[in-house]
């Protein structure tokens, strides 16, 4: 079956636009993670879906930041009025449910949008 | 807080060469550790993985063993080849409320000539 995959693979915008990010997850995957790798910063959690629960949005880094999950699957992470410092990859990956007395969820991961602030 | 801090990159070997990547880290309690590997063009891929001391995680050639007592989870294999070079980064997920975050390292760039 198909991986993750997201859209657009790049992305350049200027200053102060609003860009959306799309994540679709491996079909039957519950749980659906949003990660930023930046230079500066390496690989930052931003977002965590599972199911019909609250999303974790502890790691988005501002207001401008959001990110919807509609109907359980497809994934879109919205950026407002971007700044330069947005300029990263953006990495969803997604996850089977964790199984009771598990530890972790392997997560599986997309290849990623690079987006660039100019 | 929970931290990775793994070697500085780049790394450049030789084909056959010895690998090793030192990854050490910082958690409460008994997390669970990770290696992923980011080959051109793709997203991560879990390489392998460890729950508890002591454990070693195997996978392509790859090893590393969980050592609690110096909160390491070294990477190694004994003999690169071209196909390696990647963006290797070592992770953990802590038990508990929180246990779908993975926090990184900043990652090493292996590159391995013929």
């Known amino acids: 079956g198909a991986g993750v995959s997201q859209s657009p693979s790049n992305k350049v915008t200027e200053k102060g636009k609003d860009v959306e990010l799309r994540c679709d997850p491996i079909s039957g995957h519950t749980a659906l993670y949003w990660y930023r790798q930046s230079l500066g910063q390496g690989l930052e959690f931003l977002i965590y879906f599972q199911g019909n629960s609250a999303p974790d949005k502890s790691g988005l880094p501002s207001d401008r930041f959001s990110a919807e999950r509609t109907g359980g699957s497809v994934s879109t992470l919205t950026i407002q009025r971007t700044q330069q410092e947005d300029s990263a990859v953006y990495l969803c990956?997604?996850?089977?449910?964790?199984?009771?007395?598990?530890?972790?969820?392997?997560?599986?991961f997309g290849p990623g949008t690079r987006l660039t602030v100019l | 807080g929970n931290s990775v801090t793994q070697m500085e990159g780049p790394v450049t070997l030789s084909e056959e060469a010895f690998l090793t990547i030192n990854c050490t880290y910082t958690a409460t309690g008994y997390p669970s550790l990770f290696w992923y590997v980011q080959y051109p063009g793709e997203g991560l891929q879990l390489l392998l993985k460890?729950?508890?001391?002591?454990d070693k995680g195997s996978n392509k050639g790859f090893e590393a063993t969980y050592r609690k007592e110096t909160t390491s989870f070294h990477l190694e294999k004994g003999s690169v080849q071209v196909s390696d070079s990647a963006v290797y980064f070592c992770?953990?997920?802590?038990?508990?409320?929180?246990?779908?975050?993975?926090?990184f390292g900043k990652g090493t760039l292996l590159t391995v000539n013929p």
């Open positions: 992770a953990l997920i802590r038990p508990g409320g929180s246990n779908y975050k993975l926090t």
């Open positions: 460890a729950t508890k001391a002591d």
């Open positions: 990956a997604s996850s089977l449910a964790l199984a009771s007395g598990s530890r972790y969820n392997e997560q599986f």
